[in-house]
């Protein structure tokens, strides 16, 4: 296990690296005479977190916090199967532009937090109450561990699902919620069943894999990580400048083959159900047909890739539901949804269009000028780099 670690450790200090060192670049192609983010040293500083019990969360701070900055701390998660690194060529810019302190975090069972062997059941057999709150611990021992009041929490893939999760739980310690392409909100047409049921053997085989809880990263413990991410990382992500294929590959493939499978080895089948139809992954309890609406928190923006395989419409039927409870009922209840999208993104969006991203961040959290069905990012991917404006 020390060696896994180990490889990760570095391949996620690269990945940082190259993270700071494109987003320099980036800006003395627009700025010339600006001074670029490694002359004033590294965007962010990662350090293990103590949660009590033996157990750490990993975390990248902030080391740039943006002048008169006196807003709420802005935390982000990640999905599965990555971590942190996964935010590497946006957490330059979140860093410089957001108001306040930036912490991107391991889930507790993922990356390099602690990843004690998991005991709470596989697939089927364990009670997606239980996998909820083992994620939701870890990220509230680790608040109380850094003395935070209130965030605005945001988390990508599954890590928007499980940031729901938190909020439910509670509702007092998040300001806003930022759910980037989240995976989970509609629930599983009635067709899947059958579609499933009908499906050749080889998918069968797969599906069963999935519902009794045998994890991906088993797999690549067999000796063919390296392959599958480059496979993965070569057909998945453009050549855009900020895409770094082969310390994203080294970042993806470390994180699969570094250390226990633990909860984040698992999380696809203890909190997600295989789709097929409609969606590529349906949660186990959906967070749209009552989870979302019941929420006490005041706000969600929910940001989609414009060729995002999670479909944004859903979230968009949810809202509905809010407001249509609120004109029948009188009802003040249920958050005010915004939803917005990045330009050329698909469901990595910080890693697609990562500067987009961070411009539907910052408009969705009342920084500039954003707004609902706005598309973000698309001067960054047309080839004219132009500079960004200071909000």
Known sequence: MGSGVSALERAETQLLR??????????????????GPNERGPAVKVTNVDIGDGLHIRMAESTRVASGADDTPLVCMHGFGTGLGIYYAALPALAERWRGKVYAIDTLGCGLSSRPRWTLGHGKNCRVDDAEAYFISGLEQWREAMKLDRMV????????????????????????????????????????????????????????????????????????????????????????????KPELQAYLASSWVGANNSAGGYAHAT???????????????????????????????????????????????????????????????????????VADASHNVQVDNPLGFVDAVLAACDHGRGSDGKVFGAKYVSGRHEAMEAI
């Open 153 to 244: 929490l945001m988390g990508h893939s599954l890590g928007g699902y499980l940031a729901v999760a938190y909020a439910e739980k509670y509702p007092s310690r998040v300001e806003r919620l930022v759910l980037v392409s989240a995976v989970g909100t509609p629930a599983p047409p009635p067709e899947l069943a059958e579609a499933q049921r009908t499906a050749a053997w080889p998918i069968r085989a797969v599906l069963s894999a999935w519902e009794s809880g045998w994890s991906p990263f088993t797999v690549a413990k067999l000796g063919v990580g390296d392959a599958l991410m480059g496979r993965y990382v070569s057909r998945r992500f453009s050549d855009a400048s900020w895409v770094k």
């Open 18 to 35: 190259v993270g700071d060192q494109w987003y320099a670049d980036w800006q003395s192609s627009c700025k010339p005479a600006a001074q």
């Open 271 to 341: 909190l997600l159900r295989p789709g097929g139809v409609g969606e590529l992954a349906y949660a186990r309890t959906p967070m749209g047909p009552s989870r979302i609406p019941s929420l006490a928190v005041p706000r969600i923006a929910a940001i989609y890739g414009d060729r995002d395989w999670m479909d944004w419409r859903n979230m968009a039927k949810v809202r509905e539901a809010i407001e249509a409870r609120r004109q029948n009922e009188g009802s003040k209840g249920g958050p005010q949804i915004e939803i917005m999208h």
